[in-house]
Structure formats: C-alpha cells, structure tokens
C-alpha cells in the first residue's frame, strides 16, 4: 500500500525540487545538452529532405550555393522516383506485407497471451517464458536457413516468404506485450462472466479484447513499424524487383555503381520513412507504453 | 447479453464440455503461435546448425562433413577480423548510447516545457526504418561531398576532407557513430520510462540529509533505475551484437573487411557467395556470444534484486 502511495506521489508535487534550481545554471545543464542532442538526432532528417529538393547543380556546388538551404526547390527528384522506377510498387508491396504479417502475428498473439495469461494450463509459465526467448532470436542467425526452407516450400520470391517469416519476430513481441495488458484486467470480471454461463470464446471477444484495446493497439502499430523497417528477410528472400519491399528497393535498385543519384535515394528515403513517421505522431503514447512496457515486465 | 443466455439453455454434449476443458481450450488457444514459432523459428534454428555442419550450397542439399565448417573458420583472419570487429562495435557502441541515453534521459526528466514534445521527437531515430536513415548517413559520410567535412573545414578545424568510409578506422568510427546516432533513443525512452517511477520524496529526503546532485544520482537514481539498466542494456547489446542493416548500406563490410560484423560475413558467404553451409556456422559461431549475454544480464539481475532486497 505505501509503495502504491509514492509511486503516485510525483504527479502530486509536480516541478518536484525545479525550485531549487537557478535559471542560468538550468540553462547550461539542461538546455543546451538538451538542444544539442536534438540537433543531432534530427539533423539527418533535416539533411535527407532538403538534399531531396535540391537541383543537381546545387547538391555538390557548395561554393556557390549554401549546402543548408536550397534556391527554387525541385520535384523532379520525387517525379523521377514515382513515375520512372517501380517505387510506387515497392510501397504497395511494403504495406500488403506488413498489414498481412501484423494481422497474421496480432491474431495469433491474442489467443496464446490469453491462454498462457488466463487459462493457465500446466506449463503456461514455462510457454510464458519460451515466448520472451524467442524474442531474443534475431534474424541475422535465422535468414541463411530460413532461405532454405523458403525455397523448398516454394515460397522464394513471393511475399508470402515475408508475411510467413515476419511473425518470427512478430509474434513472440505482441504475446508479451498483450500479456502484460491481460494481466491488468481484474479476474472479477471474467469469474462473474464464467458465473453467467459466458464461454470462454465469449469471455474473451466481449470483455477481454473491448478492454485491451489500447493494448492491441500498441502491438499493432509496433508490428507494423517493425515488418517495415525488416530488411535482411526481405533482402534475402526476394528476388525480382517488381516484388521488392521500399527498404530493400531503395538500396538495390536505385544505387547503380557507377553514378549516386543522391536526390532520388533521400526522395525514396523520405517517402519510405513518411507511413511509419506519421502512424508514429499519431499514436506516441501507445508507441512509447508498447516499448517500454516489453522492457519493463 | 442475448448470447450468454442461449448458451446456458444448451444441453452440454461431450463436445462441448470437452471444449470448455481448460486444457484442452489452451491447446487450441496456442495452436496459431505455436505453428508459427515452431515452423518459422524453432525449425530453422536446428536446421541452421544442422546446415553448419554440411557443405551446403545455394541449389545443392550438402552432406554431412562434421566440423570442417568450423576448423576452415577457425584458421580463417577474416572470420576472426569479423569477431574482432563485431566485439568493438558491440562494445563501444553500447557503452555510448548507455552513457548518451542515460543524459538524455536524465535531461528529458527535468521538469521542462514541451516535454512530451521532446520526447516524442527524440525517438524519431528508432522509428523510421534503418536502412533509409542509413541511407541518409552514406550521403552524410560522402567522401567527397560529406557535410560534416564541409562545417568543420568551413569552420576551419580541419583543412582537408575526411574519408569517412574509405579508411578502416574512420569506417569504424562512422558505422559506431551511425548506430549510437539510432540506438540512443530506445535506450533514452526506456531509461526515462523507468526515471519517472523514482518517487520524488527520496530525492527530497535525500536532500534534506545533504545530498549533493551528485549523490543523488549515484546512490538514489543508479540504484533504483539498475534493473531496467539491465535488461535495456542487454536488448540494446543484442541488437548491436547481431547487427547487419547499417553495415550492410554504408560500408558492405569494407574497406579490406574493416567494419565486416559477422551477420555481414555470415551473409556475404552463405548468401552472396552462395557456401550455406559456412554461412550457417558463422551464424551459429554467434550464438555463444548471445547466450553469454543473456545469461550476464540475468544473473546481474538476479543479484542486485537479492541486493536491494538485502539492503531494505
């Protein structure tokens, strides 16, 4: 009960001992750090969008022309990406895959989390716990003999190699984070549903699921961002361009060895980092408690 | 409500009490998760140290050849170059984004305005995918367009430009920059998840007992934040350990196989040059490295849980 108490105590006093604290010495210690790293964590960003307005004459004349701004600002670089290279077919490829594996990985995670959570069969805990390691598998020791069984089943080159492999990582993910959301619904609930005659199939699509829905949320959105930001899979198991994901297009196909078209790879980086950038705004909190609630159990 | 009640007017067959056996509901509960994990996860893991032990090759089923993956590695400079390379960058990289998250963390738990703002663009890092930021940093890193290059000359520190990729230890030092640059928001986020459950009485009682702002941090903020240290740390370690994208965009393992990591070395052989086979056992060589990793955090945990618990 008292640890209840001061866990809550510091939305109570807010500013805590900021009073304590000069104005010029909080200046030094906190903002400049503070700005300064933002700089630095945005800059690339800030770099990648204007390198991909600017006119070729102006990206590597920096005599004349001030590197950080841009004079008459171009769209060629983006008209180039979206009309005379298969872009626009490695975003519809991206977004089928993830929507397919996160829908694929959300499905499964539901039930297991439910049943390791709440039915709690003998060996749950143990279930429990395999699941967290396999989180822990990362896929740089899994491509070489995932590519061979993709080829063997004949999936090589199709997206179903990704929708299928991705909930390798997927799956193990959404189980803990909707356990940890499981664990938080009060048994009560459910015991007084078990009472009324309620199946467990009911239990869980009409009161379990309508109050973890921030919770499905979160590992949804999480899903999402991780299948598109997955790269070795989708390198290794995909082939023809047509088929290609936008990480993997990005790299393979619009870097000839010869000239580095600069503009149109910071366009291609641009539009491929805009989807999960703007799910990502409208949904922090959720992005933020799925993080750190998978860290934190 | 219209559907509780039907069920309990139905007479109970065989079926469905079995179907309401909690066992037996579990089983089917875990069905999905648990074909998926098996096929998709647990399979290939024995396959691929099954394939290490062959000399498989792409389009070739290999045969048995025991331990000669291995023993070719093992005299192998560059495999242990790849070791070499991947311990360093392990190394230094988590030990600045553990030190850079922390204060960030730290800086972002002041009492500030704006401050979900600056924590919601603090992680803008993370979120977009690696390979695009990675993108971004080549073009950075341009040996002969670089912008750094170009501030720092500008601003007359140096008089000539840096090579950033094309020399091993700048390459070295370029691809560390470029993973701490994406790796310190999750560790910062994390960190201050944990900053804010420190009540803020002990800091007050802290104070009133005289505590300095360094005390505070080293005997109240360390020892509290010490367990979510330890399992961001062993995320952020394994991410690094088993890192490929960020090498495989900027530097492809180059220059003379200075920044090769062994997920880089592990799919220029096995998928590039087609030895699934040797690519396989690079892989598995990993997995010690992992398990240790793994089992460092957990018992460190362990201890400082007994610790505190002690210490009360």
Not at chain 1, 35 to 48: A, D, G, R
Not at chain 1, 212 to 238: D, H, K, M, R
Request: proline content about 5%; overall charge neutral.
């Amino acid at each position: 009960m008292a640890i209840t108490e001061t866990r809550n105590a510091p939305a109570g006093d807010e500013g805590g001992m900021g009073y304590l604290q000069s104005v010029p010495r909080k200046i030094v210690t906190v903002w400049v750090p503070l700005l300064i790293f933002v700089f630095v964590l945005l800059f690339p960003f800030y770099w990648m969008a204007i390198t991909s307005v600017k006119p070729n004459e102006q990206m590597t004349n920096f005599n004349d022309y001030s590197p950080f701004w841009v004079i008459g600002p171009t769209l060629e670089h983006f008209r180039y990406l979206l009309f005379q290279t298969s872009y626009p077919g490695w975003l519809w490829n991206t977004i089928m895959i993830s929507v397919g594996s996160t829908v694929l990985s959300l499905l499964a995670a539901v039930f297991a989390a439910y049943a390791i959570e709440r039915l709690r069969f003998s060996g749950a805990r143990q279930v429990g716990l395999g699941i967290f390691l396999a989180y822990l598998v990362p896929p740089s020791i899994l491509f070489i003999p995932l590519s061979v069984m993709v080829f063997r089943l004949g999936l090589y080159d199709t997206p179903f190699a990704l929708i299928l492999t991705y909930p390798t990582f997927l799956v193990p993910f959404c189980t803990w984070l909707l356990m940890g959301y499981f664990r938080s619904i009060p048994f009560e609930l459910e015991e007084c549903a078990l009472m009324d005659g309620a199946t467990r199939w009911q239990i869980l699509t009409k009161i379990i699921l309508p109050l973890s829905v921030p919770g499905l949320i979160s590992a949804g959105i999480f899903a999402f961002t991780l299948s598109w930001n997955e790269f070795i899979y989708a390198l290794t198991f995909i082939q023809s361009s047509e088929n290609k994901t936008v990480p993997v297009g990005v790299l393979t196909e619009l870097v000839r060895s010869d000239v580095y078209e600069w503009g149109a790879l910071m366009a291609g980086a641009l539009i491929g980092s805009l989807p999960v950038v703007i799910l990502y705004s409208f949904f922090v909190e959720h992005y933020v408690s799925s993080m750190t609630g998978a860290v934190k159990e | 409500m219209a559907a509780v009640t039907t069920a309990t007017q139905q007479e109970p067959s065989t079926v469905a009490r079995l179907m309401e056996s909690r066992g037996w509901l579990a089983a089917w509960f875990m069905l999905p998760a648990a074909v998926l994990l098996l096929v998709f996860l647990t399979y290939p893991l024995g396959l691929g140290v099954w394939l290490g032990f062959t000399d498989a090759r792409i389009g070739r089923p290999g045969i048995f050849i025991g331990l000669e993956n291995y023993q070719y590695l093992w005299e192998d400079s560059v495999f242990w170059l790849a070791v070499f390379n991947t311990l360093l960058y392990t190394t230094v990289a988590s030990i600045l984004k553990f030190i850079l998250g922390l204060w960030l963390a730290l800086l972002l738990n002041e009492n500030l305005p704006f401050k979900s703002f600056f924590r919601a663009i603090v992680l803008l890092p993370w979120v977009v995918p690696t390979v695009l930021s990675a993108i971004a940093f080549w073009w950075i890193f341009d040996s002969q367009f670089s912008i750094i290059s170009w501030a720092l000359i500008e601003l007359g520190i140096i008089d000539h430009r840096i090579n950033f990729l094309g020399d091993p230890t700048n390459a070295r030092a370029s691809v560390i920059a470029a993973n701490v640059w994406r790796g310190i928001p999750f560790v910062a986020i994390t960190l201050l998840a944990g900053l804010q459950t420190i009540p803020q009485s002990l800091y007050e009682a802290a104070t009133l007992d005289g505590a300095g702002r360094w005390q505070l941090f080293r005997y109240v903020t360390l020892p509290l934040l010490t367990p979510i240290i330890a399992i961001t740390m062993t995320f952020s370690v394994l991410f690094t350990f088993t890192d490929f994208q960020l090498i495989y965009v900027l530097t492809r393992g180059g220059p003379v196989n200075a920044t090769h990591l062994m997920a880089t070395l592990s799919f220029q052989r096995g998928i590039s040059g087609g030895q699934l086979g040797e690519g396989a056992a690079i892989a598995v060589a990993m997995i010690p490295f992992l398990l240790a990793a793994i089992l460092f955090s957990y018992f460190g945990l362990q201890r400082r849980k007994w610790q505190q618990g002690g210490g009360d």
